[in-house]
């Protein structure tokens, strides 16, 4: 448990999840979806919710997309249910009408309306859902929820090659908040998400939170890549159920970007195969742009994230990335820090440079910190990988056999 101080006011922060906020409820089960291990989870809130979302930028959407997005046209929702083992992307009219029975099924269960169900899938690609085993999992969920609830199993329950559960819990004046995400693979976001989930008791508009998270996306989940594919099912939901009254909008926003930009860095530091998070820092650049293009393009870089795995500064291949982009800069003026070790300044490698001992710095480290100083302006920007191992390909290889 950490405590962050935001204007004057303690924010407790803590691993837990989805059924720390007053009001909602969680499960997740298996159903039979994949081969071993938990495969469907049910978010439910006993009060109607003001909720907002935003969706992959990605032209092949999954069959949820879409009707979570008819769903919550008048932005409002009570539950949500997610499987894993199966994207249903790619699957056609059947898709569409497996989706929405879905949320029937849930509906009939929580003995709630239809339009109030949310649905989310991830997994393989063009592949029908297996309807009787969704069914059969669904079946008897109200009673269950009300028995007993868990944002551990519905942590476990949404993952596909992810290795740990991802949530985050914070409990401050007036409110809680709370999320759980998946993502390790598949992971370069446009203007959305891998798959994410955010409860809170605050009372807020759907349209404010429509805003609040857009602007929580841009730094948070939008500025972190695995392997440069924006996934056809990401997805980040936020649900207000108001249950502990009006909320501080600045102190709101806050708590939200912090739990978005947690869940994101997480994501990153899961990534297949990965054993190191990247953190890019862009310090003194001309623009917000350039700031934003020069992180996630060192982020991006496949190159890079192979030095990286193999412990080699490799100063060279971060200037590839950067010169790759349309992004303004003078390599005369910037310096490169690996891990506050500089390697690169005003246009040449620092003199008595050592390699072999930033290596072993690298080579000791879970988390390595790249610092790119422009020295042209006064923007900033972050953003957030990982190395590229062997195993990625692994993986990868292996993943629909």
């Known amino acids: 448990m950490i405590f962050l101080v935001v204007n004057k006011m303690d924010f407790k922060i803590t691993d837990q999840g989805l059924d720390q906020v007053p009001g909602f409820r969680c499960l997740g089960k298996r159903a039979g979806i994949k081969k071993r291990g938990k495969d469907l989870a049910v978010l439910y809130s006993e009060t109607l919710c003001q909720t907002a979302a935003v969706y992959t ?19 409002q929702a009570r539950a949500v249910i997610i499987n894993s083992g199966n994207s249903n992307v790619a699957t056609g009219a059947q898709g569409l009408n497996d989706a929405e029975q ?14 109030d169900v949310l649905v989310a ?15 059969s999992g669904i079946k008897g969920i109200g009673l269950e929820l009300t028995k007993h609830s868990s944002s551990a199993d519905f942590a476990q329950a949404i993952l596909t090659t992810d290795t740990v559960k991802k949530q985050i819990c914070i409990q401050a004046p007036g409110f809680t908040i709370a999320g759980v995400a998946k993502g390790s693979g598949m992971i370069h976001p446009n203007l959305a998400t891998m798959l994410a989930f955010i409860a809170t008791d605050a009372t ?23 392997d440069l594919d924006a996934s056809t099912s990401d997805m980040v939901l936020v649900m207000a159920n108001g249950l502990a009254g009006p909320a501080d909008e600045s102190l709101f926003s806050q708590a939200l970007n912090k739990i978005c930009l947690e869940l994101a860095k ?19 650049a001309a623009s917000d742009q350039d700031a934003r293009i020069l992180a996630k393009a060192v982020a991006d870089s496949t190159l890079f994230k192979c030095a ?3 412990n080699d500064p490799n100063w060279g291949r971060i200037l590839c990335a950067m010169g790759n982009t349309m992004a303004t800069f003078d390599q005369e003026r910037l310096s ?3 891990n506050e070790q500089t390697v690169f300044n005003a246009g040449r490698e620092i003199a008595g440079f050592d390699k072999e001992q930033i290596s072993k710095i690298m080579q000791a480290s879970k988390e390595i910190y790249i610092t790119i100083d422009l020295n042209a302006g006064h923007n900033r920007a972050t953003a957030y990988g990982c190395d590229l191992s062997y195993d990625y390909v692994k993986i990868n290889a292996e993943y629909t056999t």
């Open 266 to 284: 997480l994501i990153a530091c899961d990534g297949e195969g990965a054993t190191k998070l990247l953190i890019v820092n862009v310090l003194q």
């Open 336 to 338: 490169i820090r690996i």
């Open 57 to 75: 930028q990605n032209k092949v959407k999954g069959a949820p997309l879409y009707v979570t997005r008819e769903h919550l046209r008048d932005g």
């Open 102 to 115: 879905m949320t029937a099924w849930v509906a009939e269960e929580l003995r709630i309306p239809k339009q």
């Open 121 to 135: 899938s991830t997994g393989v690609i063009g592949k029908a859902l297996p309807m009787e085993a969704i069914q």
């Open 204 to 226: 807020l508009p759907s349209s404010t939170l429509q805003k609040m998270l857009q602007s929580a996306v841009y730094d948070s989940f939008n500025m972190i890549s695995v």
């Open 308 to 310: 990286l795995f193999g």
